[in-house]
Nanobody, 125 residues
Framework: QVQLVESGGGLVQAGGSLRLSCVVPARIFSNLVIGWFRQAPGKEREFVTAIRWSGCSTTYADSVKGRFTISTDNAKNTVYLQMNSLKPEDTAVYYC??????????????????WGQGTQVTVSS
């Protein structure tokens, strides 16, 4: 079973920064789109951002635009989510997901085949 591996979550004060990492198994690389989603307690999982593995195309949710940046490191098979100017409402479990048939504008979680276990991000006010 293919699983993505996230890391980098933690507790940070409002206005601070965190960088999440997602290691992608090399055997699923072909034409891959990787997305980040988040789920707060009592809420549905929501789209945050996505990137095509080539790095040429990205999409961001309006709520994170200008604060979060997604990027790839091909040599490390890793996707990063740099989160700046964090707000308490960014508190959630963050998941990375991947699919060969997705597009960077694919915001529905069910359309991504591969998932990580999630990493908790908590932003205190």
């Amino acid at each position: 079973q293919v699983q993505l591996v996230e890391s980098g979550g933690g507790l940070v004060q409002a206005g601070g920064s965190l960088r999440l990492s997602c290691v992608v198994p090399a055997r699923i690389f072909s034409n891959l789109v990787i997305g980040w989603f988040r789920q707060a307690p009592g809420k549905e999982r929501e789209f945050v951002t996505a990137i095509r593995w080539s790095g040429c195309s990205t999409t961001y949710a309006d709520s994170v635009k200008g604060r979060f940046t997604i990027s790839t490191d091909n040599a490390k098979n890793t996707v990063y989510l740099q989160m700046n100017s964090l707000k308490p409402e960014d508190t959630a479990v963050y998941y990375c997901a991947a699919d060969r048939n997705a597009f960077v504008r694919t915001v529905v979680p069910d359309l991504y085949r591969y998932w990580g276990q999630g990493t908790q991000v908590t932003v205190s006010s």
